[in-house]
């Protein structure tokens, strides 16, 4: 992506370290020169998950819901299983100086930081 770009799209790929049940939530707080701009479809589930996943921005994290591809089969992740998704509209920042990385966790809630 370029600098500044503000159609852009980062994927994500997780391996969870303990069983992780449907329904929870990756919590991904991005550097604070990246900048995410709220958008209906900007969490698509690659591996692993719904195609169409539901985001929430609160307090400047994204919150993407965890649902599998399908929920008859499968309603949870075991330890060392896979995901991948991506979240577009992101901006970059203006520059080309290297910012803070991503902090990424797993959570029950969006209101509760009650981490897995």
């Known amino acids: 992506m370029a600098n500044g ?3 852009g799209m980062y994927i994500f ?6 069983t992780v049940n449907m329904n929870e ?3 991904i707080q991005p550097p604070s020169a990246v900048q995410i701009a709220p958008s209906s479809d900007q969490c ?3 591996e692993n998950l719904s195609p169409l996943l539901s ?3 609160s307090d400047g994290s994204i919150f993407v ?3 599998p591809e399908d929920v008859s089969v499968q309603t949870d992740w075991k330890e060392n299983s896979t995901i ?3 979240i577009g509209s992101i901006t970059n920042p203006l520059s080309f100086e290297l910012t803070d990385s991503f902090k990424i966790y797993v959570t029950t809630s969006v ?3 009650y981490y897995v």
């Open 111 to 113: 209101n509760n930081n």
């Open 5 to 7: 770009d503000k159609e």
């Open 13 to 18: 790929t997780l391996q969870f370290s303990t």
């Open 25 to 27: 939530y990756v919590k």
């Open 65 to 67: 819901r965890l649902v």
């Open 55 to 57: 985001c929430t921005i």
């Open 44 to 46: 698509k589930g690659i």
């Open 84 to 86: 991948k998704f991506s």
